[in-house]
């Protein structure tokens, strides 16, 4: 992305703005640049996603890490994806900007540099994959974007799990290693639904006619819902359609504490599958994967629950 000067407007170049930065000569590394996609990341589909891993799985054997620059909008999402998908030990980072390189106090060369520094490092090897902004290393697992318009948009509950200083690469903690589902995702009908004051059924009803495959729900807190949607809940589980339940909090887990009709002690004896701390969208992308890799019912609710 650039900005117009004249108009202020932030839109597509034809050509990527970063490519053969003097920053990067001066690195001491052989760089390769291949350019897979060149649009914004609210266009980024579940098909794009398989094209990055697919680039990624075949070039492995080739490169000592990769960096895949890409929108905020969606970094979260593809990072997450790559995670579950990429089997790989080199070290996968992905990285992009909140301004954009011609704009004043861009961050867009910063982040790239500490990008490659942290793809190029040791240390990252076996990390799976990493989101690098702002100096600041987080697992594709944990990170948010939690701010439309500020430099620190990427925040992880339990904070980065390392840093890039003038020093070098310091990681303060290991990542959590996470089954691999080596797989190309086809089948896209799986929704997510946020629950609010008030929610009617009629909208679980209305996705219902849709013939999902599965259904995303972030609940209230530790993960509860109006007892007025329990109904249709139930009428998806006896179709053997996954209901998945998540929190609509940033931080802290889903868990059956709650008891009553709605609650989610009550909903997970109905059958909904209650997933930790993953948001709605990257529990969906889980959801996907898993319906594209597991036969077995039992299998697929075991993947999802941890």
Known sequence: MQENKETGAVGTSHKHPLSGIAELQHMNLEIDEINLLNIPSPYITLKDMNIIARTIEENKETYDGVVVTHGTDTME??????????????????????????????DAILNLVSAIQVASSEQAIQQGVLVVMNQEIHTATEVIKTSSTAIHAFTSPFGPIGWITKQGVVFKRNVKQHMICPTEITEQKVYVLKAYSGIEPDLLEAIQHLQPKGLIIEGFGQGNLPNTLTPVIQKYIKQGIPVVLTSRCHHGMVQPTYDYDGGGRSLQHLGVWLVDDLPGPKARLKLLIGLSYFENHEDLKSFMSH
Do not use: D, H, K, W
Not at 78 to 91: C, D, H, K, R, S
């Open 77 to 106: 999402e593809t990072a997450y994806f790559l995670q579950l998908v990429v089997e790989t030990n080199i070290p996968v980072v992905v990285t992009g900007a909140m301004r954009s390189s011609n704009e004043i106090g861009s």
